[in-house]
């Protein structure tokens, strides 16, 4: 991999006789490891009846009850647009419960139902923990990503929001 001036190594592909390579891309790696990711979950959550996406909401709300719309939505990573459908399917799976929050009616609060708690606790994920290949450097990993992940998106914030 290319390094800066300063010996860092750069998100370019390697210039190898004038050909860029895939495989020289961190940004390549994560995305088709996210891809991978969500092959491995599919058949775990297909018998629950969950996509990934409404699984990893679950597990949010597992954290932390009585979020708002908005909160979780930061926490995930979706728009309201996305997100919203998804809750009313899970409520209406019984999975979990809105409402307004009378202190502001313009929110609105999410809670997991007994029946969602019960889904999570399950941890159909767990298995996938050793399919990464990572063995006792999983832990390292996953920090090392989640620490990427801040650093970029702190580093795409506009400079006026960094001041």
């Known amino acids: 991999m290319p390094t800066s001036r300063k010996g860092e190594p ?69 728009e309201s647009n996305t997100l919203t459908p998804m809750l009313k399917k899970l409520e209406s799976e019984g999975y979990l419960e809105r409402r307004r929050d009378p202190a502001d009616e313009r929110q609105v609060r999410v809670t997991l139902t007994p029946a969602g708690r019960a889904l999570i606790e399950t941890n159909p994920g767990a298995a996938l923990v050793g399919a990464t290949g990572l063995g006792d450097d999983f832990a390292s990993v996953q920090r090392s990503v989640a620490k990427m992940r801040d650093s970029l998106l702190q580093a795409a914030q506009p400079a006026t929001a960094k001041r």
């Open 10 to 78: 750069q998100e370019t592909p390697a210039s190898d006789g004038g050909t860029e390579k895939l495989s020289n891309f961190m940004c390549f790696a994560i995305y088709s490891a996210n891809l991978a990711f969500g092959r491995a979950y599919k058949p775990l959550l297909d018998k629950l009846g969950l996509t990934y996406t409404q699984y990893v909401t679950m597990v949010a709300l597992s954290e932390e009850d009585e979020q708002t719309v908005g909160a979780l939505g930061e926490k995930l990573f979706l």
